[in-house]
């Protein structure tokens, strides 16, 4: 390594080519004014004939044009960054005596009959062995459902460990998750020169195995719950045999007293953890889960940097962490920066990828052009926080902002106020008093001050003033567990910030949003990292039902900020530290579920008009011709143009696009519904945990069809715009040939509602091996239409019959 690296920046930003970009921008700028056009036409110009079809119409259009501003602006400036993690090591060096930051990784679970343990198990075996100091690395297992089956499969996980951990690091395998490294479909052998390998890897694929059987003999067990109830090996019952009324437990399984491996080097320390539940108390779910962890690992490890990951998130890049520390230990950077999100990559989804479970325009397009602003939003995964920032601190320094975006209402009306110290800022400046009085009496205030926000544990307390982390000297290390159960109690965040000002933000079932639009609102800014080799992967439902009750959960989740005091619409504005493009990013985060009610209208259109005859605009003008062609031209272009500088192919965003469409009449518009209930007659809903497909074949569950009323709207449309199809090419047939140009024009829009939602229609017909739907539905259509023709064209006919039909017409005849 050259030392000169070691005072070099440990990473920089790649600006996008101005050879891409600025035409890109350019074309957004002429769409806007093409669709400012577009829209004075359309409202200068009603159909008189079809009033109702044509407001409608120019309503949902006039809406999506909005959506379009919403999701397009924030993706103005968008950048790429590089690390340097050659440089890290030169600056922190590595080994026992690295000055690299700990972590503590944090993995989250509930129920470990839909979230299999064999996943979890993979998940933390990743984690401990990632290429990074043992000694800086801790895993917290978050148990929310107390399942002894969980805490078993940990304890073998652990003594696997002691096996796979050292193997991983002797021959730098990659991936580290068993799983998925000996299910490769690659030459192993390539770049392994070691002569023990091949011997090695065998003994290890074996031993993986009986672990793999012991899991799911585990998993078999628990299958039928005995009527006295779980009992430990000890003899003992399993204490949270009641799921909802249980206390906390905390089992540290590895660590610097536990098991070595069996090489004799230390491992990563391993720890369970269950919180408290009592019925009468508000747990809040996973967030409620995520703040326990960050008060349990602040008592036992408090790690300045907390990286966390679902049970399903492996780590795929041993370096994911150093990566992360490219940023948020680089000086320069760092300081204001509160999270590293990196992007979600999924294995075992379809090729064809039919349900955009990858999601590349929203991790390849809108993430990068929000880490040209003021960061990425957090996604609830793979994400890297600087722990400082979950207690509810600002930045160390806050930087100028542009005057573009530093204004506001609230900041031009009212004149702005000294800023005063934290609750960190006093009790530091109260240590400097010369006088003893006085700062024993600043000490009391700050102390009842610090409990009021954080809780009553001293502990605690003081590892939030520890900036660099690390356990308190002053604490002794016998009372730590007895520490850690407290501040997993279930009472413990009464009458406390928790989940309102610190740590996860409670108040919708995506978090996620809600705790990174509170740090950005503080003036932090994150970080969007993209190593070549993807950081984290994990499992998406690949079935249409479990897709669609995924993005449900998530659309309801944003109406539930809507109608909070959290919405980006009106909140956060008094410090002027949320840029006014981040802001746009969140309203629209907030407001794309409101799409659907649109959505679902205009989808209706095409088949309406087939069926009444008449269309939602007047005869075309030359001059209407030009603002029509000029809007797609500017859609397809804006489209080309996006794909260019990011690099995505066609078939992801087409496929984007289509899963627009089949969420937003679908998912989205439950969501609305059930937020709006939920904001009127407190109608609450629960949401079960998505099943993490088992292993039973290549896309199995992509196959497996579940009935569920979120399918009724789409479905519906489907048969509409079909039957709507067949009704209007029989008006033409009837009507003569003249009708078949405004024909045309209705099809057309029909079938791009049809084609939109074919991934949908797929989904319908289940599995390949019986006649599918679609040919049933095509064939169906076809043979009407060809009925229709005969008819009309019947040779049979003679001349007088057709005249002594055509006079007889009414309905006295």
């Not at 260019?644 to 192919?649: H, N």
């Not at 003569?736 to 797929?762: D, N, Q, R, T």
């Not at 040919?775 to 009925?787: E, G, H, N």
Request: hydrophobic share 40%.
């Amino acid at each position: 390594i050259n030392l000169t690296d070691a005072y070099e920046p440990l990473s920089r930003i790649i600006p996008i080519s101005k050879n891409k970009l600025t035409p890109y921008r350019a074309v957004i700028i002429m769409r806007l004014v093409v669709l400012g056009l577009f829209f004075h036409y359309r409202i200068t110009n009603p159909v008189d004939s079809a009033f109702g079809l044509w407001l409608t119409s120019v309503i949902c259009e006039i809406w999506f044009g909005f959506s379009w501003i919403l999701d397009q602006f924030p993706k103005w400036c968008p950048v790429n960054r590089e690390t340097y993690v050659d440089r890290l090591i030169a600056r922190y060096g590595d080994g026992e005596d690295s000055g690299l930051a700990p972590v503590d990784f944090f993995v989250s679970t509930v129920d470990p009959l839909k979230e299999p343990p064999l996943i979890t198990a993979n998940t933390v075996l990743s984690i401990l062995a990632v290429d990074y100091p043992v000694e800086k690395i801790s895993c917290y297992v978050s148990d929310d459902g107390a399942a002894m089956l969980t805490f078993e499969s940990l304890a073998e996980t652990a003594e696997f460990a002691r096996r796979w951990v050292p193997f991983c690091k002797k021959f730098s395998i990659e991936p580290r998750t068993p799983e998925f490294y000996f299910s490769q479909k690659i030459d192993y052998l390539k770049d392994k020169i070691h002569p023990s390998f091949v011997k090695e890897r065998r003994a290890m694929k074996r031993d993986y195995e009986e672990f793999k059987v012991r899991i799911n003999a585990l998993v078999a067990k628990a299958q039928k719950t005995p009527e006295e109830g779980w009992v430990m090996q000890d003899g003992t019952p399993w204490p949270g045999n009641n799921s909802r009324d249980h206390p906390g437990m905390i089992q540290v399984f590895l660590g610097e007293t536990g098991a070595r491996d069996y090489d004799g080097n230390e491992l990563p320390r391993l720890v369970y953890v269950s919180r408290e539940k009592r019925p009468g108390y508000q747990h809040h779910k996973k967030a409620g889960a995520m703040n326990a962890l960050v008060r349990v690992s602040a008592v036992l490890t408090n790690a300045p940097y907390i990286l966390n990951l679902d049970c399903d998130h492996y780590v795929n890049n041993s370096k994911a962490v150093r990566e992360a520390m490219c940023f948020m230990m680089d000086p320069s950077v760092g300081r204001d920066v509160c999270y590293v999100q990196f992007p979600q990559r999924f294995d075992g989804i379809d090729r064809s990828d039919r349900y955009a479970n990858r999601n590349v325009v929203f991790f390849d397009v809108n993430m990068k052009g929000l880490d040209g602003i003021q960061g990425p939003v957090y996604v609830g995964t793979g994400c890297c926080f600087y722990r400082q920032a979950l207690y509810g601190y600002g930045p160390p320094s806050l930087p100028a902002l542009p005057k573009s975006s530093a204004c506001s209402f609230c900041c031009c009306c009212c004149p702005k106020k000294k800023v005063e110290k934290t609750e960190k800022e006093m009790h530091r400046d109260s240590r400097r008093e010369d006088h003893y009085d006085e700062y024993e009496r600043s000490m009391l205030i700050s102390q009842m001050s610090f409990e009021k926000s954080f809780g009553q544990s001293s502990v605690f307390i003081e590892s939030t003033l520890m900036e660099n982390g690390g356990v308190p000297e002053s604490v002794d290390p016998s009372t730590l567990i007895k520490e850690a159960i407290h501040v997993i109690s279930c009472g413990y965040e009464e009458k406390t910030e928790w989940g309102k000002e610190l740590g996860w933000i409670y108040g919708s079932v995506t978090e996620d949003i809600l705790t990174g639009f509170k740090m950005h609102c503080r003036g932090w800014r994150s970080i969007y990292c993209m190593p070549i080799r993807p950081a984290f992967k994990g499992s998406a439902p690949i079935n249409l039902s479990d897709r669609l009750h995924q993005v449900l959960r998530w659309a309801l989740g944003s109406v539930e900020i809507f109608f909070s005091r959290h919405c980006p619409l009106w909140y956060g504005y008094g410090g002027g530290r949320l840029r006014w493009l981040q802001r746009l990013s969140y309203i629209n985060t907030i407001v794309y579920p409101f799409t659907s009610v649109p959505l679902v209208a205009y989808c209706c259109l095409p088949a309406i008009c087939l069926l009444t005859g008449k269309f939602i605009i007047p005869i075309l003008s030359n001059a209407a011709t030009i603002w029509f062609l000029g809007l797609f031209t500017s859609i397809i272009l804006t489209s080309v143009l996006e794909l260019r500088w990011s690099g995505i192919g066609i078939e992801d965003w087409w496929r984007n696009e289509q899963f627009w469409v089949i969420g937003g009449v679908s998912a989205h518009l439950f969501a609305v519904f059930q937020g709006i209930l939920k904001m009127v007659i407190g109608l609450d809903t629960n949401f079960t945990v998505t099943s993490k497909a088992a292993e039973d074949g290549d896309f199995a569950e992509l196959y497996v069809f579940k009935w569920t009323t979120v399918l009724i709207p789409p479905t519906t449309i489907l048969v509409l715009n079909l039957v709507g199809v067949v009704a209007g090419f029989s008006d033409a047939l009837n009507s003569g040939y003249e009708s078949w140009g405004p024909l045309f024009g209705k099809v057309f829009f029909a079938m791009w509602v049809i084609m939109h939602l074919y991934p949908f229609l797929k989904g319908l017909m289940g599995r390949q091996n019986r006649t599918p739907t679609i040919v049933i539905l095509w064939s169906v259509l076809l043979a009407s239409v060809f009925s229709l023709l005969w008819v009309k064209i019947d040779p049979f006919i003679t001349g007088a019959e057709t005249v002594a039909t055509g006079a007889c017409s009414s309905i006295d005849c």
